[in-house]
């Protein structure tokens, strides 16, 4: 069965980097997108942008041009986001989600919390 | 596009008919997909083009709507529908709803 599984809970410094991975199985890595999703607490979704493992092909929301950084290893099917210079507004739950270039995402990661403090 | 939810809390009984509303701020093409949110999980997958309904979810979930305005409607409310739900549109960059909280009264 379909499972993306994301790493663990981070307790980052402000002006620090992280970077989350979700591991796909149950699929074929390589032809789905695959999406990042931002929540803060009590707060809606937003979106960050996708990377298509097949080819490394990015997008992202133009919110988070140099925020965010999505790679892909498709040897491990593992999608990867890098967060860069933390501040306290990056403290989320950061979703993986895929996509098969339809535009929505029919299966989600069970979210990784992402907490900046000093 | 802009997606905005209403109400933003409902409260209904068990067995009731509940309408959730999505507008957009343009035409949306039925580009347009409902989430449901339970406590401390991950969204999941209800609705995509607008009423095309997810593999697995019940039938008493359904969507409609056309141009900006969309509607959710689940047919009779069970205690396992609490849950948060957002709207979706994927026909001009990718945005969601601020959601709509609905409680068991």
């Known amino acids: 069965q379909v499972q993306l599984q994301q790493s663990g809970a981070e307790l980052v410094k402000p002006g620090s980097s992280v970077k989350i991975s979700c591991k796909a199985s149950?699929?074929?890595?390589?032809?789905?997108?695959m999406h990042w999703i931002k929540q803060q607490p009590g707060n809606g979704l937003e979106w960050i942008g996708w990377?298509?493992?097949?080819?490394?092909?990015?997008k992202y929301n133009q919110k988070f041009n140099g925020k965010a950084t999505l790679t892909a290893d498709k040897s491990s099917s593992t999608a990867y986001m890098q967060l860069s210079s933390l501040t306290s507004e990056d403290s989320a739950v950061y979703f993986c989600?895929?996509?098969?270039?339809?535009?929505?995402?029919?299966?989600w990661g069970p979210g990784t919390m992402v907490t900046v403090s000093s | 596009i802009q997606l905005t939810q209403s109400p933003s809390l409902l409260s209904a009984s068990v067995g009731d008919r509940v309408t959730l509303s999505c507008k957009g701020s343009?035409?949306?093409?039925?580009?347009l997909a409902w989430y449901q949110q339970k406590l401390g999980e991950a969204p999941k997958l209800l609705i995509y083009?607008?009423?095309s309904l997810q593999t697995g979810i019940p039938s008493r979930f359904s969507g409609s709507g056309s141009g900006t305005d969309y509607t959710l409607t689940i047919s009779s409310l069970q205690p396992e529908d609490v849950a948060t739900y957002f709207c979706?549109?994927?026909?001009?960059?990718?945005?969601f709803g601020s959601g709509t909280k609905l409680e068991i009264k």
């Open positions: 083009n607008t009423n």
């Open positions: 149950g699929y074929t890595f390589t032809s789905y997108d």
């Open positions: 989600a895929r996509d098969w270039e339809l535009g929505y995402f029919d299966f």
């Open positions: 979706y549109q994927y026909n001009n960059g990718l945005t």
């Open positions: 990377i298509y493992p097949g080819n490394g092909n990015t």
């Open positions: 343009q035409n949306i093409n039925n580009y």
